[in-house]
């Protein structure tokens, strides 16, 4: 382990995977730092068990809007930020260790390898590689980060790109999956009503049909075998949940109103 790096963990319920988490994160650094964003379980006492600095931040729906208070609390030039979901291997470790004492650049994209169910590498589908901007960051030249969901850094100096990816155990089971979705996708369809696009009937089929064939036919989904073809499907599902709610807000919660 070194002290170069600071490692962020991201926090909200995690206790059935923030133990495992800090254990990989320890293969990287020993200074390890979790952003606890209101936890209603065991969370935070898992973290201070395993010694871990805890800083709380006001709950949110989505990360970003922690991201600048928790690299704030970096005491190192280097920050790697790790979601409680994702896994560091050594491989991994040794890649970063080379690339932070030669580089140039600031910041990097990393490959992640997403597993779903804890099952399945997705290697098909558009889900390999699944680049991230801006996790592994030098604070000196890190200037904001975005509140928006889904941003990036704000950085001077150049990216880079790292080679060998991390893990990213996501879709752990059904009702997880759909519950997160409503959250996600109803803060996208928010993101489209403000920008006024406009939606119909028809938008549902052509949105499902279009996203289905991306991920299923053109990305090859279907050579993941069934676990490819349930995510080929369900962001298919995802995709067109969006605009159904873009629909309520646009006409069923204005006709309420009336």
């Known amino acids: 382990m070194n002290s170069q790096i ?3 963990i991201h926090t909200y319920n995690e206790e059935k995977s923030l133990e495992a988490c800090i254990a990989s994160a320890k293969l990287l650094s020993n200074r390890i730092v979790v952003i606890d964003t209101e936890s209603t379980d065991r969370t935070v006492e898992i973290a201070r068990a395993a010694d871990i600095p805890v800083f709380s931040f006001p709950h949110s729906l989505y990360v ?3 991201r600048n208070f928790g690299i704030q609390h970096a005491e190192s030039k280097w920050v ?6 994702e896994r560091i291997t050594q491989e991994f470790v040794n890649e970063v260790l080379d690339v932070i004492n030669t580089t140039q650049c600031t910041y990097f ?5 997403n597993i779903f169910g804890g099952i399945k590498w997705l290697q098909h589908g558009g889900w390999w590689p699944d680049f ?3 996790r592994l960051l030098n604070k000196e030249s890190f200037i904001d980060w975005p509140q928006e969901i889904h941003s990036t850094p ?3 100096g150049t990216l880079g790109e790292l080679h060998v990816p991390f893990l990213h ?3 752990g089971d059904l009702s997880s999956m759909v519950h997160k979705t409503l959250i996600y996708e109803d803060i996208e369809a928010q993101l489209l009503h403000n920008a006024q696009r406009s939606v119909r009937t028809t938008t549902f089929f052509r949105k499902f049909i279009a996203e289905l ?5 053109f990305k090859a989904g279907f050579l993941d075998g069934t676990f490819g073809i349930i995510e080929s499907v369900y962001q298919a599902f995802s995709k067109t949940i969006t605009w159904i709610l873009l629909f309520e807000k646009k006409f069923v919660l204005n006709n309420r109103l009336e």
């Open 80 to 85: 790697f930020i790790l979601d409680a979901d």
């Open 109 to 113: 994209k990393i490959p992640r390898k």
């Open 213 to 217: 064939t991306r991920r299923l036919i």
């Open 132 to 134: 991230t901007t801006g």
């Open 64 to 66: 970003e809007p922690a």
């Open 169 to 171: 155990y996501f879709h």
């Open 6 to 8: 600071t490692i962020i």
């Open 154 to 156: 704000h950085m001077k």
